[in-house]
């Protein structure tokens, strides 16, 4: 049977100021992206979504991005590469801590926003990013964009690797996506969007913002928690791929709690 993880971005709020409904985003869900404080995300947030996420089954993932609360983590920074690993660091070991508290652990690592579109070719922030990650746990899943530098990079020093495509954003024919305030770069309609994740899903290929098709493999698909609607739009998208016969499940199995691999921080 074909399967695939849907994932969202949560914990996306900051003290009193909420983006988005995570509870409800977390019954539609296989993994969560928690923002760990750095674009979005404060310690309170941080332990709710995971404690939610967790005694949901939903499988924890620390979306680490730039110190840029002020920008979201849209803005790209030009930033050292040991303080960006650094940075990388102390954010999965705060969410893993707090995750750890709930029963799991975090399951995989995410950059998010300008992080992610920047080390799809930026090789020095992918390998600081790489890094980081090895350096924690040289067992924990890289989730990117198929073919992007931190992908190749992780599967060098050999990380697992997590091919991740997007419900709700419009690609170039490149494979990038299309640069947000650009038209066309995120996709509203709910039918439209379902279609879309279905074809990529079981066929493997979506169409680009110049009406071409693209090949795309994903192992996860994304559908991001602050596109209007959002709660609605993975419904949507989860009731049409399971209407398809495609099985959603997380990319990662369960696993126990316990001590970290050999070789990662403890």
């Not at 404080?37 to 947030?45: E, I």
């Not at 920074?77 to 969410?95: I, K, R, S």
């Not at 600081?128 to 990650?133: C, E, G, P, R």
Request: with cysteine; charged share 25%.
């Amino acid at each position: 049977m074909t399967r695939i993880d849907l994932n969202a971005d949560l914990g996306e709020g900051f003290g009193r100021w909420t983006l988005a409904d995570d509870e409800a985003l977390l019954g539609l869900v296989t993994s969560a992206n928690v923002a760990c404080g750095f674009h979005a995300g404060d310690p309170t947030t941080m332990r709710t979504v995971t404690r939610d996420a967790v005694a949901r089954g939903v499988r924890v993932g620390a979306h680490v991005s730039y110190r840029d609360l002020a920008g979201f983590g849209r803005r790209f920074m030009e930033v050292d590469p040991v303080e960006l690993a650094d940075d990388v660091l102390y954010q999965l070991a705060a969410l893993d801590g707090l995750a750890r508290l709930a029963g799991d652990r975090v399951r995989y690592v995410k950059p998010h926003g300008a992080l992610y579109n920047a080390i799809v070719h930026h090789e020095t922030q992918a390998r600081a990013v790489v890094d980081a990650v090895r350096a924690y746990d040289p067992a924990l899943p890289v989730v990117g964009l198929p073919g992007s530098a931190v992908l190749r990079l992780a599967e060098a020093v050999g990380l697992p690797t997590v091919r991740e495509a997007f419900a709700d954003r419009g690609y170039l024919p490149t494979g990038a996506l299309v640069p947000r305030g650009r038209p066309g770069a995120v996709v509203h309609d709910r039918e439209q969007v379902a279609r879309r994740v279905v074809e990529l899903v079981t066929v493997g290929t979506v169409v680009a913002a110049d009406g071409s098709t693209l090949r795309v493999e994903a192992d996860s698909v994304c559908v991001h928690s602050d596109t209007p609607g959002a709660v609605e739009l993975l419904g949507a998208v989860r009731a049409a791929l399971e209407g398809a016969g495609v099985e959603v499940r997380p990319f990662v199995d369960a696993g126990p709690a316990g001590r970290p691999p050999e070789g990662a921080v403890p």
